[in-house]
């Protein structure tokens, strides 16, 4: 395992120390393909969870468990994990994610609300730091 980090959780939250995944955020393990991604891009927002690629029923449930109940909330949580470092950003997401429950699909939903969030906030996700 990687060495245990401190991760912002929240603005005037204090910082919590989490355990970095043994596999980090690889976006080369996602599931989507680009049609569902390009389709999730271009279309509005929909505050229905399973919208986001990625995101099931199950999924869907271990979120609303930890309080994200709509795609809305569950980006503000990506981005209450913003780190100047992109990686370490993503890594934040996929590690809080798997903190959750949530074992199936978190390459995908990193992906998925990067690349939506990096449309309206340019910067926020570097696909090509993964090449």
Request: charged residues 20%; glycine residues 6%; proline residues 6%.
């Amino acid at each position: 395992l990687a060495p245990p980090r401190l991760v912002p959780a929240a603005a005037n939250a204090p910082a919590v120390l989490i355990m970095a995944a043994a596999e980090g955020f690889n976006p080369s393990k996602t599931k989507i393909n680009d049609d569902t991604l390009a389709d999730w891009l271009k279309n509005k927002l929909e505050m229905d969870l399973e919208s986001c690629p990625g995101v099931g029923p199950a999924t869907a449930t271990k979120l609303r468990e930890a309080g994200v109940n709509s795609t809305h909330a569950l980006i503000g949580k990506f981005l209450m994990l913003k780190d100047e470092d992109v990686q370490t950003h993503m890594d934040a997401f996929y590690s809080w994610l798997q903190e959750v429950g949530i074992s199936a699909h978190r390459n995908t939903i990193v992906v998925a609300v990067a690349e939506k969030v990096d449309i309206f906030m340019p910067g926020t996700y570097d696909a090509s730091l993964y090449e």
